[in-house]
């Protein structure tokens, strides 16, 4: 006779009167253990250094002598930008170009707006000059490579350095001023220098077998007669003296228009009258 098997959905019996005390232990065992309390003192405090009355003192003192200082300087400044102002020179700081400023150049807020289309094309002359002179450094390199020598590379330099800075100090600062302050003296000096600018640009163009055999200077008559020896070198005169034939062009307009203005033919008035209505045609 088969075993009957026990009920499993059936309650165990357990005893109520029995000691589980000994189940009790083994499950209280695998608790750990509460950590007694830290000690808490609530009238500690905690110590911050403060400085004494007498470093605070010295404080106050260092720094109402640097105000003192800072005030004075200030005044001294002061003092010295209206001595300049009375004297009538004028600061200009260096804003041109951008990237590292050499010149102060500011034509849209400093120059007359029935100027500013002769100032701009005479800031293109000078521009055009330096174009020129690199052009020539360039050309003549090439053909001192080619046999020509390094006198004439020698003089290219010379122009360079010398024409660059040159046409800036002598005719282009004086037309800006000129043409800022209306200064007959400087219109004067402008005239003077600009001139000379322009019979050097032409003779430039030309270059005539005056000095080293004109072929310093990228010029019609060196660049025809290198054509016949190396084309390359022909080729890169001829283009030089294009571009200061282009820039004598430019130059003689200039100088007339200049000339026009401060001699006061109508061209003054016509010009103011020209500016004023392409500003309002703009604003409209």
């Known amino acids: 006779m088969a075993r009957q098997d026990s009920n499993p959905f059936a309650d165990e019996e357990t005893n109520p009167f029995a000691d589980n005390t000994s189940v009790s232990r083994a499950s209280n065992s695998s608790y750990l253990k509460p950590l007694p309390p830290e000690p808490h003192d609530r009238g500690a ?3 911050i250094p403060l400085d004494s009355e007498k470093d605070l003192r010295a404080k106050e003192m260092e720094l109402q002598a640097k105000e003192n200082e800072l005030n004075r300087k200030e005044q001294e400044l002061k003092r010295r930008e209206d001595a300049i102002a009375k004297t009538g020179v004028v600061i ?24 500013q289309k002769i100032q701009y094309v005479a800031f293109t002359t000078l521009l055009g000059l330096v ?12 053909a001192w490579i080619k046999g020509g020598g390094p006198t004439i ?19 282009y600062r004086p037309l800006y001023r000129a043409s800022r302050t209306d200064s007959a003296l400087k219109f004067g000096t402008f005239f003077l220098f600009y001139v000379f600018h322009i019979a050097f640009c032409g003779f430039a163009a030309i270059a005539p077998p005056v000095i080293f055999q004109g072929k310093s200077l990228t010029g019609f008559l060196p660049a025809f007669e290198l054509l016949t020896t190396n084309a390359v070198v022909g080729i890169l005169y001829f283009i030089g003296a294009g571009f200061f034939c282009i820039e004598t062009l430019l130059n003689i307009w ?13 061209k003054a008035a016509q010009m103011k009258r020209e500016a004023a209505t392409s500003t309002l045609m703009r604003a409209l």
Request: glycine letters at 8%; a negative charge.
């Open 45 to 47: 405090t905690i110590d």
């Open 92 to 115: 200009e700081e260096k804003n041109w170009p951008e990237f590292y400023p050499l010149i102060h150049h500011d034509i849209p807020n400093e120059i007359p707006i029935h100027l």
């Open 131 to 142: 174009g020129c002179l690199l052009w020539n450094i360039v050309a003549v390199t090439v």
């Open 153 to 171: 590379w020698l003089m290219s330099i010379i122009y360079f350095i010398s024409g660059v800075p040159g046409a800036y100090v002598l005719w």
């Open 254 to 266: 200039v100088i007339q228009q200049v000339y026009a203005y401060f001699r006061g033919s109508g």
